[in-house]
């Protein structure tokens, strides 16, 4: 029976330790982004996962629009935007 408990803990261990050092980190991440997409609001100006850097000049439920030139728009899906940059960052 003490084998059988001894041959399972280093299994257990393992997984302890990916919880803490892989699935932990990266819940905490997700998170962090959802509350960032959810606070967008128009004029912010971010980042896309593709490198586009626009200001935010229409928010819709699954998509933005941002403005990437002066009269040029494009949509991006909201989960698409990675990071939102200080105010003035663009030029």
């Known amino acids: 029976m003490q084998s059988s408990l001894m041959s399972m803990l280093p299994l257990v261990l393992m997984f302890v330790v990916l919880y803490f050092v892989m699935i932990r980190p990266q819940m905490k991440k997700q998170k962090e ?3 960032m997409i959810d606070a967008l609001a128009k004029g ?3 980042v896309t996962a593709g490198g586009v ?9 699954s ?4 403005e990437v030139a002066s009269g040029v728009e494009i949509q991006v ?3 698409a935007v990675v990071q939102v940059l200080p105010k003035g960052s663009i030029k």
């Open 33 to 35: 982004h959802r509350a």
């Open 77 to 79: 899906q909201r989960s």
């Open 53 to 61: 850097l626009g200001k935010v000049s229409k928010m819709g439920d």
């Open 44 to 46: 912010d100006e971010v």
């Open 63 to 66: 998509y933005v629009g941002l």
